[in-house]
């Protein structure tokens, strides 16, 4: 079992930067990969960064790509959102999630726990 617990999240203009922090509970956590979505409101959660449980291979959504940055820290049971360059359709819930195995994956319905979620706004 698996706890998480997003932080990091406000309200910024457009341009600025925020980091996320996903923080974990339990000794595995240095076994998961991890990822973040969003979910902005009216639309379905989607995928914006994935990595893999020693930090070896990151992955980013297109929109995203050149603008954020995930990374972890297994010491510290946490994984990181550094968001540069936001845009007003960042705004969004931000939540992290874990995958047991099978390395990383793009896909909501491959993972095993999810955060309550960090709301992002970003003002134009």
């Known amino acids: 079992q698996v706890q998480l617990v997003e932080s990091g999240g406000g309200l910024v203009q457009a341009g600025g930067s925020l980091r996320l922090s996903c923080a974990a509970s339990g000794r595995t956590f240095s076994t998961y990969n991890m990822g973040w979505f969003r979910q902005a409101p009216g639309m379905e959660r989607e995928f914006v960064s994935a990595?893999?449980?020693?930090?070896?291979?990151?992955h980013y959504a297109d929109s995203v790509k050149g603008r954020f940055t995930i990374s972890r820290d297994n010491a510290k049971n946490t994984v990181y959102l550094q968001m540069n360059s936001l845009k007003p359709e960042d705004t969004a819930v931000y939540y992290c999630?874990?995958?047991?195995?099978?390395?990383?994956?793009?896909?909501?319905?491959?993972?095993?726990?999810w955060g309550q979620g960090t709301q992002v706004t970003v003002s134009s």
């Open positions: 990595i893999t449980w020693n930090g070896g291979s990151t």
């Open positions: 999630a874990a995958r047991g195995g099978g390395g990383w994956s793009f896909r909501l319905d491959e993972y095993d726990y």
